[in-house]
């Protein structure tokens, strides 16, 4: 089975910004659509931002705007671009499919992502 691996994450001031990268041990040009979630400290998982296999995005009203994701099927790895990141947006950030037809892959590790004020 496919495994994800997070990395990227890290402490950045407020209106900084980081790139995350999500590593698939295989191909991921199968799956329909992939998505960035995040959870923050003492809450739920959320989802961010997702792609489908032709490459359209959506976003969480929470990050649109600042957040921005991609895939290279060829390196079979998906980013999370985060510019003007806000404290609100610390927690661990994790990739996996959407939970729908395909179900989900075994969650990864996540990566931490802690924004100072």
């Known amino acids: 089975q496919v495994q994800l691996v997070e990395s990227g994450g890290g402490l950045v001031q407020a209106g900084g910004s980081l790139r995350l990268s999500c590593a698939a041990s295989?191909?991921?040009?199968?799956?329909?659509?992939m998505g960035w979630y995040r959870q923050p400290p003492g809450k739920q998982r959320e989802l961010v931002a997702v792609?489908?296999?032709?490459?359209?995005?959506n976003y969480a009203d929470s990050v649109k705007g600042r957040f921005t994701i991609s895939r290279d099927n060829a390196k079979d790895t998906v980013y999370l671009q985060m510019n003007s990141l806000k404290p609100e947006d610390t927690g661990v950030y994790y990739c996996?499919?959407?939970?729908?037809?395909?179900?989900?892959?075994?969650w990864g590790q996540g990566t931490q992502v802690t924004v100072s004020s």
């Open positions: 996996n499919l959407l939970g729908r037809g395909q179900g989900y892959l075994p």
């Open positions: 295989g191909s991921i040009s199968g799956f329909n659509a």
């Open positions: 792609i489908d296999s032709a490459g359209m995005t």
